[in-house]
């Protein structure tokens, strides 16, 4: 079939919307017509080139669409199906047979390069193959060809805008409180970075009962949206060296989450730590990131510790959000920021200056 998709061509260049040739799906695949795609930073990382997808390549990680075919073998789905998609897994190895599918041996060879795990791609223009495959999905594109493993199937009766994010940001930011800290009832926590994933941190430590929550970042607009959502400080690292100032209001926290994964952020965000206590960081920056820490800080008790997707498996984890959503204790919708598909570039602009908290294509 003939579809439009948005296509990076070069690193740094603007993406643009072509008319490209999408294969139908093959037995273990479901072919999803895209409602939403949100924008996140891995997208706006890899489009510079610092990621080992190549271009050309379809962005976007962040879907969420109706079921329109699947393929033989398939049985999560059925065509008319409401789902949002998330990265992908291979079911098979270790990491997945034990529940961790965000540690599954096959996890970069399935999300960052762009391709099916054959090496083969679904989509071309004139003959050219065109990466389809960007974790699992590339959702920047009318259509998508993906796998059961990939997609969470949904209810019909929610937007689907406000939905697409939890396929990654949200739900790495809420996985790195509710799955990997695990913080009890009244413990403290602070969160460096409020963008999308550091709200949804936010958002997760109030329903986990955190108290306080600190939330650290020099926009002045969006510390005032992290104390709508649940923070009981905030802080401008622009006044004055931050950990510095969580400590004066905590005494140090029990739990951080570091969202940038700039080193100095995230020297920021184990300082803070109480001893004990324990920081997760979920930046990417996408190339080597040496951070250096001081071991008489570690050794006293305090540590510190990667999660890749807020250590969720999609297909349990998302439907929890969305119970949270219904409860009105996770108002995603007050991150989106609409853009046509066609403004694509405008909204990655708007991610990348921080206009927009969660930019989301319509289409």
Known sequence: MKITAAVLRAPHEPLALEETELEGPRPDEVLVRLVAAGVCHTDLVTAAGHDPAAPPLVLGHEGAGVVEAVGADVEAVQPGDHVVLSYGWCGLCAKCGQGRMAYCDSFLELNHHGTRPDGSTAMSRDGEPIRSHFFGQSSWAAYSLTTERNVVRVASDL?????????????????????????????????????????????????????????????PHRRALAEALGATAVVDPTAGPPAEAVVELTGGVDHAVECSGLPFVVQAAVASLATPGMCVTVGFQGRANPVRLDQTMLVMGRGIRGSVGGDAIPQRFIPRLIEHHRAGELPVERLVRTFSFADVNEAMAAARDGAAVKPVLIF
């Open 159 to 219: 937007p689907l805008e406000h939905l697409a994010p939890l396929g990654c940001g949200v739900q790495t930011g809420a996985g790195a409180v509710l799955n990997a800290l695990r913080p009890r009832k009244g413990s403290s926590l602070a969160v460096f970075g409020a963008g999308a994933v550091g709200l949804s941190a936010v958002m997760a430590a109030r329903i986990a009962g955190c108290e306080p929550i600190v939330a650290v970042d020099p926009d």
